[in-house]
């Protein structure tokens, strides 16, 4: 059987939202008036950074073709509202200048780290929701969601919570010895978020349930996950055991991630000798 969960008080870091089972998923979510705020920061910051990059380009291009010019507005239009955003969020894990001074980050929908993906499908809808319609459609998306999701959350399955909290947080599923070959070779990449996160729901409350509805519950959990996880399962292996090492597989290949993800930012923002 698993390891029974301790809990106890932590203050929320970095290393607490990289888990691939969802860790992230126990930090409230943002506001509406903290993801107001912290928005407000970021559209200055781009404005800005749009009105300084049209006055060196209209001072660089003095005397140029009208239609150069024109295509160089829109080709710095994209590095503005969409590149510039995407990559920030990307090297910084989900974290805008806004979240960043408000204590905010972006995360998957199963608790985990963005992406690249995640974060330009945010940059893109964000422009259409934020910019071209003033904010409204993002605004009334937040109100009325129970994570408080834009529309270009909702696209790219990801929410934005608070990280500076203290919160209750439950060990993370350790990975049983006899099934970590399985896992280390098995392909676990088309796990849905909804199913990862039942798991992990049932794994931290596990000891609060009599050993029957326990088993039966594993069984029924495993028999879910069969069919997005190749190869099967070792025959015979404990239920609760199997769901015990797809977690653990999952949150170490984030783990892995995240730091080629770091040794990445370190090379590019290290100055070269």
Do not use: N
């Not at 200055?44 to 160089?72: C, E, K, M, P, R």
Request: neutral net charge; contains cysteine.
């Amino acid at each position: 059987m698993s390891t029974p969960p301790t809990t106890e008080f932590a203050t929320v870091t970095d290393d607490d939202l990289v888990t691939g089972e969802g860790v992230a998923l126990d930090l409230p979510p943002a506001s509406l008036g903290v993801r107001m705020a912290s928005g407000l920061i970021d559209v200055t910051v781009t404005v800005l950074l749009l009105v300084v990059v049209l006055v060196v380009l209209s001072i660089a291009t003095i005397g140029a073709d009208a239609a150069l010019v024109d295509a160089a507005v829109v080709l710095l239009s994209v590095v503005v509202f969409a590149i510039f955003p995407t990559t920030l969020e990307t090297l910084t894990r989900g974290r805008s200048l806004g979240k960043l001074a408000l204590g905010l980050r972006t995360v998957r929908d199963d608790g985990g780290p963005i992406t690249f993906h995640h974060a330009l499908v945010r940059a893109l809808i964000g422009y259409v929701e934020i910019y071209a319609f003033a904010g409204t459609p993002a605004f009334f998306s937040i109100l009325l969601s129970k994570r408080g999701k834009r529309l270009g959350d909702y696209a790219a399955g990801t929410h934005v919570v608070r990280e500076r909290v203290v919160l209750r947080l439950p060990s993370p599923a350790p990975m049983p010895p006899e099934l970590a070959g399985w896992a280390a070779g098995a392909d676990i990449t088309a796990l849905p978020t909804g199913l990862a996160l039942a798991i992990r729901q049932f794994l931290g409350r596990a000891d609060l349930v009599d050993p029957v509805s326990r088993d039966q519950v594993a069984r029924s959990l495993a028999a879910e996950l069969t069919p997005y996880v190749a190869p099967a399962p070792p025959r015979g292996a404990p239920a609760e055991r199997v769901l015990c090492a797809v977690l653990a597989e999952r949150r170490e290949r984030d783990r892995r991630r995240l730091a080629r993800e770091e040794e990445l930012r370190r090379r590019l923002w290290t100055p070269q000798g």
